[in-house]
């Protein structure tokens, strides 16, 4: 197993819950206690949730009834299921969450990238180099610096902030891959991937002012998709747009859908295993109706 389905990934989210291994599929959840109660619930590793075996998923739910008040998920969206699969295993939510772009790497870029895209990609390679890290955690300095201003650029919250030292293990994770774009000798921007099977996934990108000005991330992704494919991969999976829904005018939204081929449905999902606690805690909290799940949570990472 590489990338988010390996333990050092869910290791490296320690700070945001007790990484739990479901045995027969072979994926990590995080437990995580409740606040002011004795009980606990659990959720996916954050990005996404991803497993060696989906077929074994809905033995390991099955077999945590009353262990956990819930838990909750987003699928990866290469992930081996059906939708009627993941309706059975978790019975109280298994909806469309989010559209990720996805690059068909047997296309050639040239026929499918936004002219707006490529037209900066030209610009960018003009002024900035592009190379692989051969060993990722070599740029863990370098990284942190450049995510410590993506952090002050937006404001980064919660879970996607991260730490240093979680992103030191998510460096030693199998399958971790850094890009770097060069300038002056100085690196001003980094793109992280994680490859698992024939997939790169996007993890993250940061650069710092020069980069943005230099129009590093176009050098970058334009580059990415020849490094992978000439190491055997057929997919890049790109994530999806900012917050919490599928807004196809947000500026993420608009620069990943330019290099994409298309699009991969990501599945939340939600199964709850002690309905008397969690009615409970919904109405200790006085939560109205909602669509979140679960709903005594709600609120709690704005």
Same mark, same amino acid.
Request: with cysteine.
């Given at each position: ?59 390991d739910i099955d077999g945590m009834t009353g262990e ?18 993941l309706a059975q295993t978790f019975k109280d939510l ?52 450049? =995510?410590?201003? $993506?952090?002050?650029?937006? #404001?980064?919250?919660?879970?996607? *902030?991260? @730490?240093?030292?979680? !992103?030191? /293990? ?6 971790a891959v850094m890009l770097r774009a060069m300038h ?16 790169? =996934?996007?993890? $993250?990108?940061?650069?710092? #002012?020069?980069?943005?000005?230099? *129009?590093? @991330?176009?050098?970058? !992704?334009? /580059? ?52 008397? /606690? ?25």
């Amino acid at each position: 197993m590489m990338g988010y389905a390996h333990a050092d990934y869910a290791a490296s989210l320690a700070e945001f819950g007790e990484p739990r291994l479901l045995p027969e599929s072979n994926g990590w959840i995080l437990g995580r206690s409740i606040r002011g109660t004795p009980y606990a619930d659990a959720m996916g590793c954050y990005p996404l949730f991803s497993c060696l075996d989906w077929s074994q998923l809905q033995s390991d739910i099955d077999g945590m009834t009353g262990e956990l008040v819930s838990l909750v998920l987003v699928t990866d969206p290469f992930g081996d299921f059906t939708r009627e699969s993941l309706a059975q295993t978790f019975k109280d939510l298994a909806a469309p969450f989010k559209e990720h772009f996805v690059v068909d790497l047997k296309e050639a870029p040239e026929t499918f990238v936004h002219p707006h895209h490529q037209r900066n990609a030209r610009k960018a390679l003009e002024v900035v180099s592009v190379e692989k890290c051969e060993q990722a955690a070599s740029c863990e300095q370098e990284w942190n610096g450049l =995510y410590t201003n $993506l952090i002050n650029r937006h #404001d980064i919250r919660g879970i996607a *902030r991260f @730490s240093d030292s979680s !992103f030191a /293990r998510q460096l030693r994770v199998p399958g971790a891959v850094m890009l770097r774009a060069m300038h002056g000798g100085r690196t001003v921007g980094v793109t992280w991937w994680f490859v698992s099977g024939r997939v790169g =996934y996007y993890h $993250l990108g940061a650069y710092n #002012d020069e980069g943005y000005e230099l *129009r590093a @991330s176009f050098a970058l !992704f334009w /580059r990415a998709m020849d490094l992978f494919k000439s190491e055997g991969l057929c997919w890049l999976a790109l994530g999806a747009g900012a917050g919490l829904g599928n807004n196809a005018t947000d500026g993420l939204s608009r620069f990943k859908r330019g290099w994409s081929t298309g699009t991969r449905t990501a599945y939340l999902c939600g199964r709850i295993f002690n309905r008397a /606690r969690y009615e409970q805690l919904v109405k200790v909290k006085g939560i109205e109706a909602t669509d979140y799940f679960p709903a005594y949570r709600q609120g709690e990472f704005v």
